[in-house]
């Protein structure tokens, strides 16, 4: 009798046991939370709206999660007019004012910038103003991706923080994106 006591007993920890092994294997074989939204966040991101703003006769485009690949762009007809990569989440570590500014930067066929344009972020409006009218956006357009790494683009007084996490964000998306091609 004593020795089913003791079973019965003991079986609240073997459920237990077994729950925390469970959890463990189930955890370690789904992808984490944190990957798919990174993922999910970036594409959802990006809007037509947004391509437009640098390729105006764009129709449709053809989003690519791939650190190395370019999202691509198209007309009405389905030719290819351009291509962009966005800066989140590879330099989402990387804070303006309000956390991390991501970027849309197009890129043309002949591999130079064709323009920078914000995607949305919690930066002030005001820091957003002053950091476009000054230029800050422009200063890369018509360089290849080698002549905008080496680009020196200064901050801007004013929006310090903003401009700063412009500017890294953008170099830090392009290394990324030539060191994994």
């Known amino acids: 009798m004593s020795t089913a006591k003791s079973i019965v007993y003991k079986i609240p ?4 046991l077994v729950a925390l092994v469970t959890f463990i294997v189930v955890r370690a074989q789904t992808p984490s939370l944190e990957s798919q939204e990174t993922e999910s966040t970036a594409s959802s991101i990006v809007t037509l709206l947004q391509v437009q703003k640098l390729y105006p006769d764009a129709a449709s485009f ?17 030719n290819t007019i351009g291509y962009f990569i966005v800066t989140t989440p590879h330099a989402d570590d990387i804070k303006g004012y309000g956390g991390p500014v991501p970027l849309l930067i197009g890129i043309d066929d002949d591999g130079k910038i064709k323009g920078v344009s914000f995607l949305p972020n919690a930066e002030s409006g005001g820091f957003i103003k002053i950091v476009t009218a000054e230029g800050v956006l422009d200063a890369w357009n018509g360089l290849t991706v080698d002549e905008a ?17 412009v500017i890294e964000s953008f170099k ?7 060191s994994k091609k």
Do not use: H, I
């Open 13 to 16: 920890q073997l459920l237990m």
């Open 62 to 78: 053809e989003y690519s999660a791939k650190p190395d690949a370019m999202s691509e762009v198209f007309d009405e007809s389905g």
């Open 149 to 165: 790494l080496d680009q020196q683009v200064d901050t801007v007084s004013g929006a310090t923080m903003t401009s700063s996490a």
């Open 172 to 178: 830090k998306r392009l290394f990324f994106f030539l």
